[in-house]
């Protein structure tokens, strides 16, 4: 049962350990050496016999002081901070519907190390199904070396810092009275509502860096609905990347409820630890100086129409696409003017394995993104992501041609709802006078 306070919320259930895995996560208390160590890690996780040869040949791959202070300084400190939480049992609400949470860095090594010594138990059927790391120590040295820089590299004196994982869903005194205050709609459903929009619309920058690249700023997680999607098992594209590499993302898998149409997730304040080379199976690890980047994640999911590409011309699945990033790019009531300033770092969202058409998902966050401007005065950035994309490379004229051509939001968006696969998005919308 999911334990509950006076107020019927759900709250994080705690594992209980067994006095067998409480005796092998008390052996590593003290100092261990490779050969004792891997046999209690492997018992604790309970993989049946599967050997860990992920994390084994991680850290094969370690010089030799990180290995040495792997063995001797950070497995011990693991093994206390899980046993120090399950001691303390914090009480912390999961993230069902909106609302936000804060962790301490320190707090997100202790469940993370909780999750390697794979002692995490589910949380409710709405939730992802895996939230340990066995799968990943068993099969995946690539990512098992992200974790590993993580726990050997995540520094003392920066425990104490505060990471929020926001839960945001639609409010209609926000999301349209304050976005579109001229407006009798009660939903975005509207499509007079959007249809009406005055807003000019926004410039976007196309840059030939990863998204993650950008300081400072929100970076757009082509998100699955289920939070991390694959990360935690054979997955390993963008979303994937980026909570691998900023492993402190996986909170968020841990916290938050399976996201409804109307919702999104945003994680604020988190490290990327590693650098990487390659995509999917050619991801591998790269080593750098982690870095405090004030990033901010923005979980976004996005439709997968890989079974039928041009159902994403449709009037309704172009409107939930643009309601969505539209959520999204608004942020929260209780957003500060400076996050509300933060550019939004974004690209080919929802375009790999979802199949979405790329001009299309380009204008419709380019509707979302104007829409989200508070004011005509108000300088907000979005930065569009054209990393390695020839094509996307060369696309900026049309983006600006469109939008010299149609200027407000309303206008935009009435000829986009016209579109259909027949033609290419661009070249519709430019060749209509």
Known sequence: MIQMDVKEKKMYKFPTLSQRQMDLL??????????NALPIINALTGNNGAQLRGLDTAISALDKNHRDMFFQYVLPKMAKYALDMLELSPKKELLISEGSIDFTRKEIYQFLSLSFFGLLVTQD????????????????????????????????????????????????????????PNSQAKILEDAQLWSNC??????????????????NSILVDFANKYVGGGVLSYGCVQEEILFTIMPENIIAVLFCKVLDFHQVVIVKNTIRYSDYEGYANSFRFVQR????????????????????PDKQFQQNEIMREINKAFIGFSLSQSAKEEEFLYPISTGKWGCGVFKGNTQLKTIIQLLAFSASTKSENQK????????????????????????????TVGKLFSQLMKVTPKYGVFEFLLGQK
């Open 26 to 35: 008390t052996k590593l208390l003290s100092q261990q050496d490779r050969q």
């Open 125 to 180: 059927e709405k939730f992802p199904d895996t939230y340990n790391l066995g799968h990943i120590l068993q099969t995946d040295a690539e990512k098992s070396k992200c974790y590993l820089y993580y726990f050997i590299m995540a520094s003392p004196d920066l425990e104490n810092e505060i990471i929020t994982v926001e839960r945001i869903a639609f409010n209609a005194d926000y999301h349209i009275n304050q976005f579109f």
């Open 198 to 215: 005055e807003k000019s619309l926004q410039t976007i920058e196309f840059v030939d860096q990863k998204i993650e690249e950008q300081q």
């Open 289 to 308: 100086q982690p870095k405090n980047m004030n990033q901010n994640i923005l979980v976004l999911d996005a439709i997968n129409y890989k079974n039928n």
């Open 380 to 407: 907000r950035r979005m930065i569009f992501s054209t990393f390695k994309d020839k094509q996307l490379q060369f696309i900026k004229k049309d983006v600006d041609h469109i939008i010299g051509k149609y200027k």
